[in-house]
Nanobody, 122 residues
Framework: VQLQASGGGLVQAGGSLRLSCAAS????????MAWFRQAPGKEREFVAC????????YHRDSVKGRFTISGGNAKNTVYLQMNGLKPEDTAVYYC????????????????WGQGTQVTVSS
């Protein structure tokens, strides 16, 4: 399974971006999917996840009300709509997928995309 993330870029504080991630290759069903991010000099952190079929979602507290994860359908695509961006949101954003696990523990995800850079200027 290969994950391709896109949609990153440079935006001013308060702006918006929409990240996309699509799975390809030999998929074996519908995956739970998630977004993580890693800022320079910091550890990778959970951003949001969505269960198979999109029925359940979970966002980290610092992005609630600003970011929205969607997708999680049979096409194994996931989106992250990011509004009200802040400089502290600057990071490389990664999508992840797993057939079984859905949650905030990055170690549990089997598949990862290559990352897309999001830079928010003040």
């Amino acid at each position: 399974v290969q994950l391709q993330a896109s949609g990153g870029g440079l935006v001013q504080a308060g702006g918006s971006l929409r990240l996309s991630c699509a799975a390809s290759g030999r998929t074996f069903g519908t995956y739970n999917m998630a977004w993580f991010r890693q800022a320079p000099g910091k550890e990778r952190e959970f951003v949001a996840c969505i269960g198979r079929g999109g029925a359940t979602t979970y966002h980290r507290d610092s992005v609630k009300g600003r970011f929205t994860i969607s997708g999680g359908n049979a096409k194994n695509t996931v989106y992250l709509q990011m509004n009200g961006l802040k400089p502290e949101d600057t990071a490389v954003y990664y999508c992840a997928a797993d057939l079984v696990y859905s949650g905030s523990d990055s170690d549990q995800y089997d598949y990862w995309g290559q990352g897309t850079q999001v830079t928010v200027s003040s």
